[in-house]
């Protein structure tokens, strides 16, 4: 999961991070009370969990509280990509003499953390000039190397002012990285202000969902982003993604899923959610999966059903069970294909036509189907 | 080489055996001809499941039963030191079934397996298949077919669904791999490509996905060996970007990951590329003259 700005910001300050001085808002209420505590101008950032902020006019300056309160206004009623704004940061300008670029992430090739740093901050990490940007591997196994430190610090500062601080920012962001579960830690940039302070003006922080067990504290915010549909799969132990389309998919299996999907889109049909029933022979979790779809049908966001299993752990004759025991209202059945193949497929495809089910073998047909049967 | 002892006939130990999945798959791998010597559970030593005995850790079950390998079904809380255990015990090779693994304790399990040369598959995987010889994992028995190809894929089912076909076809398989639907894996797709390719398959068909690097990565290696008879199908060309589908590697970010990309650089080295499951199966047809 993907912190706002602002949470980032909140573990940059516990681990020693300096960070501008700010305050945060999910609403107007007390903004404009507020605004004589910070000095201006004032940087406006609107607090999503999606990039491209910027480019949707996220970002905005001001001079004085009229502005201040104009821009907030705004970006608290837009959306960026699609998502929810979470809430307003107001914080103070800071000047500096040069912005700079750090990083830590997950290197997947090595399977091993690698920190990034750049001469030139502020701009997206992949339009730096690639000598601008070096990369150091690093042993998850044993602490952050001093050379590593010595070598980052030197390619950004050459000795300058903020050499010390530089290095001390780059060990709290491996505590971090290391404590939080972090798959990235980002500071872009990182502002060297005359004195030699580093600031971070900027702070990306992504946790691993996986490791959430770890960090029950953000539980709750892990799910913030979701549509209602996705909410409801996810109470009940599913992997749901919501897609555009109007095809409702359920599969066994990641990969099954996904193959499902570009086969509809093959024949002309798009799918409306990524439903993985995993390897479950459970026949009420079956169930569960299949009501799911059907509340989704039945409020109209999707026109067909498409089912679509692998029997190798799970058993055809219990998805076919289980599906003659959910989709009982004869219009959902009507737009219900089926695909079973593996274990017991005869057997299961003799139960569900009986039933008057639309069933297939062929994945290609059953997708053509799902297709069809839509109106 | 990195990998090889995953292709060893092992004596084979079940951690985690008392669960419900270990169970279950301890019986099937038995069924299988599996040489499945023992289980671990920790405070469940003295009890045995399908006729194996159940040891309280590794290091005691390595000792008594000569387990050279094993497979793990523990939760994702107790994965690292599940494999701390394998890998103190002097275990050759790992295959890690759990799913969800934090991707911290991956990179020390994985950094830590370098560095003892023990050879994993997994996390999150579906195991491997020495077809007609032994099985480790969840695959389910009676898709293969004995013969001389090899399968390397990123997903369980498409792999099921795969060899089911292949074999309904006529077209045996000597090795199937499953690596595993994570972001950080023991073996990748490159590495695997590179242990299969050492056992001279007819043919090999690699089953990718959207997310990371790994399909290209197998396509530099299959370009400079000049590689033949590689096939490949990769899911996700409807995928929308920054959505994670389901398993944890598969998500287009920042432009990289993209289906698309994936099959341009397996074509660009050579690869047969199938549209689709029919498709890919079809091509691998056709080209056995079957």
């Known amino acids: 999961m993907n912190l706002l700005e602002n949470e980032a910001k909140n573990l940059f300050r516990r681990y020693g991070i300096s960070t501008p001085r700010g305050l945060f808002y999910q609403s107007m209420n007390g903004i404009a009370g507020s605004l004589t505590n910070l000095e201006f101008p004032l940087m406006v950032k609107a607090q999503t969990t999606v990039g491209g902020r910027g480019k949707a006019g996220g970002i905005r300056t001001a001079l004085h509280s009229q502005e201040a309160l104009e821009a907030c206004e705004r970006i608290l009623g837009m959306r960026v990509a699609g998502m929810r704004v979470h809430g307003v940061l107001l914080e103070e300008m800071i000047e500096a003499y040069r912005e700079i670029y750090l990083a830590i992430t997950i290197d997947q090739r090595s399977r091993c953390p690698v920190l990034l740093a750049g001469c030139a901050g502020g701009m997206d990490v992949e339009n730096m000039p690639a000598h601008t940007i070096k990369r150091w591997s690093l042993d998850p196994l044993a602490p952050l190397p001093e050379e590593v430190l010595d070598q980052a610090s030197h390619f950004l500062l050459r000795g300058g002012p903020g050499t010390l601080e530089v290095r001390s920012t780059i060990r709290a962001m491996w505590r971090l990285f290391r404590d939080m579960d972090c798959e990235l830690v980002e500071i872009n940039p990182l502002m060297i202000t005359d004195p030699g302070k580093a600031v971070a003006a900027d702070a990306k922080v992504a946790v691993d969902d996986d490791s959430l067990f770890r960090h029950p504290e953000l539980l709750d915010r892990s799910g913030r982003d979701l549509t209602e549909l996705e909410r409801l799969a996810k109470e009940r132990g599913f992997n749901l993604v919501e897609l555009p389309g109007d095809i409702g998919v359920l599969a066994n299996g990641a990969g099954l899923t996904m193959a499902t999907l570009d086969t509809l889109q093959r024949y002309g049909g798009k799918g409306g959610t990524f439903l993985d029933l995993g390897g479950t022979d459970d026949p009420d979790r079956i169930s569960e999966a299949l009501s799911l779809l059907s509340y989704d049908m039945a409020r109209g966001r999707v026109r067909s059903l498409l089912v679509c299993i692998f029997g190798g752990i799970t058993r055809c004759d219990t998805v076919a069970d289980a599906l003659m025991r959910t989709i009982t209202d004869r219009d959902i059945k009507a737009r219900t294909v089926v695909r079973l193949r593996g274990n017991n497929e005869d057997e299961a495809a003799q139960m569900l036509r009986l039933a008057n089910f639309n069933v297939h073998i062929d994945l290609e047909e059953a997708c053509l189907q799902a297709v069809k049967v839509r109106t | ?290």
């Open chain 2, 1 to 290: 080489m990195k990998g090889r002892a995953l292709l060893a006939n092992h004596r084979l130990l079940v951690q985690g055996i008392t669960g419900r999945q270990g169970t279950h798959h301890t019986a099937q791998m038995l069924a299988y001809g599996t040489k499945v010597v023992g289980g671990v559970t920790p405070g469940k030593g003295g009890r045995s499941v399908n006729g194996v005995p159940v040891f309280n850790d590794v290091h005691k079950a390595v000792e008594r039963t000569g387990a050279t390998a094993s497979v793990v079904f523990v939760p994702a809380a107790n994965l690292k030191q599940a494999v701390l255990e394998g890998v103190e015990a002097g275990l050759e090779a790992m295959v890690l079934i759990t799913e969800h693994t934090p991707l911290h304790d991956a990179m020390h399990i994985l950094a830590l397996a370098r560095k003892e040369s023990v050879d994993i598959l997994g996390p999150n995987c579906p195991g491997l298949c020495l077809v007609g010889e032994s099985k480790i994992g969840i695959m389910p028995n009676r898709i293969f077919r004995k013969g001389d190809m090899a399968i390397i894929s990123r997903s369980g089912t498409l792999t099921y669904e795969v060899v089911q076909a292949l074999s309904s076809a006529g077209l045996g398989q000597n090795l199937v791999l499953g690596l595993g639907g994570d972001r950080l894996l023991g073996t990748d797709m490159r590495e695997a490509m590179e242990m299969v390719l050492e056992t001279e398959p007819s043919g090999v068909v690699m089953i990718g996905e959207i997310g990371g690097q790994m399909e290209e990565e197998a396509s530099l290696l299959i370009k400079e060996l000049g590689a033949e008879n590689i096939f490949a199908y990769v899911a996700g060309v409807s995928a929308p970007p920054a959505r994670r589908m389901g398993h944890a590697g598969a998500i287009v970010s920042r432009g990289t990951g993209g289906a698309w990309d994936k099959i341009k650089a397996l074509e660009g080295s050579g690869v047969t590329v199938g549209r689709s499951l029919a498709d890919l199966v079809g091509l691998i047809s056709k080209r056995a003259g079957k």
